[in-house]
């Protein structure tokens, strides 16, 4: 389903070309390449031998992988390359549960190490788009923010958004809409990690909170409003009826897409932050009432400190929620799609629903 972000790589610029054209030229990446390879003949052919023997690379790529991070390399795109296709790997294989996580955080301080201006273009603007998902996921799994929406990796995103919306392409008109949906996405992981963090609702901090969850639910349904309509819209000319503006009632699902998956994650997104918002609210307003409610009693914690809101965040990657199978082999693309957020979810504790 990349292939819906292909015209944003650049001109001229396919990833397979690049991997040919680099194929021998470092050890580490040569071992990267080959590992997914053999794993992807394995998968075709149900092989048992090929999975062990892409196990075997895999080992060996992480063993020169190590070497290149304390050289010159540290900053090269072969090795951003390199260690977010190991990633990609550990997703799928899972050596243990929580493996793609380290690679990453790897992923992340490479690319904070290379800075924004590498990401711009060529191998390095292509990484950007490809793993940009799997960095909110990661954030999300790890209860931390995500460095993506810092000013400067938001003005990167505004930037491309400007860039790539004039391009020539099938896709181009949904651009705009796409990127400031995910500028506003890349601030939940945030939301949830400060949610977890507030220990007593007199905090001024629960008050900004609760307001800049409610800025950014707002923005998300009018933005997926926006889109739901574009992609009404495109699909009607696909069918050969032509409008100036859509006309017609708008589907409840579309085909899959990165943007109709894209749409997904802006109503899951906007389901769990009205559930933070919701319960944020709550508890500020119970505090008000008389000390005798039994709802007032639930939300003290000890000295002021624990933690208020007891819940647990799930995704499909995150391994919180049932992997589809029936999508087995498209199912990384579909997270990608979902920007990380595929099957996201919280589950609260009973700290909160016993209130």
């Known amino acids: 389903m990349f292939f819906h972000n292909i015209f944003r790589f650049g001109e001229g ?72 296709l190991l990633s990609f790997h550990e997703m799928d294989t899972r050596t243990t549960r929580d493996a793609w996580l380290y690679h990453s955080r790897a992923v992340k301080q490479l690319m904070l190490k290379r800075g924004i201006d590498s990401h711009l273009s060529g191998a390095g603007r292509v990484c950007h788009f490809a793993y940009r998902p799997f960095i909110i996921a990661a954030a999300f ?32 008109f949904y651009v705009s809409v796409y990127e400031t949906i995910f500028m506003e996405l890349v601030k939940c992981p945030g939301y949830v990690k400060e949610a977890r963090k507030i220990g007593t609702v007199t905090s001024i901090n629960t008050g900004l909170l609760a307001q800049q969850i409610r800025i950014t639910c707002d923005r998300l349904r009018i933005l997926s409003n926006e889109l739901r309509s574009m992609l009404a819209s495109y699909n009607q000319r696909k069918d050969g009826i032509i409008f100036e503006r859509f006309v017609g009632p708008e589907p409840n699902a579309f085909p899959e897409t990165s943007p109709s998956l894209l749409l997904g994650a802006a109503v899951s997104a906007i389901s769990i932050l009205e559930q933070l918002f919701t319960r944020l609210t709550t508890l500020a307003r119970s505090q008000e009432t008389p000390s005798t409610s039994s709802t007032s009693q639930s939300v003290n914690t000890p000295d002021g400190g624990g933690q208020l809101l007891d819940f647990h965040f799930a995704c499909e990657l995150g391994g919180g929620t049932k992997k589809d199978i029936s999508h087995s082999f498209t199912w ?22 016993g209130g």
């Open 141 to 172: 799994c790890e209860g931390e923010s995500c460095f993506l929406d810092e000013d400067d990796w938001q003005k990167l995103a505004s930037d491309l958004r400007t860039e790539d919306s004039q391009k020539h392409g099938e896709w181009s």
């Open 13 to 84: 610029f396919t990833f397979p070309d690049w991997v040919m054209r680099n194929f021998g030229s470092k050890h580490y990446f040569d071992a990267s390449v080959l590992c997914l390879s053999t794993k992807y003949l394995a998968y075709l052919t149900k092989n048992p031998r090929l999975h062990q023997l892409s196990q075997h690379i895999y080992s060996q790529a992480l063993g020169e992988i190590r070497k290149a991070l304390s050289s010159d390399e540290v900053s090269s795109d072969s090795l951003l390359v390199t260690v977010i």
């Open 332 to 353: 990384l693309d579909r997270v990608a799609g979902s920007m990380g957020m595929l099957g996201a979810e919280i589950n609260y504790g009973n700290a909160v629903e």
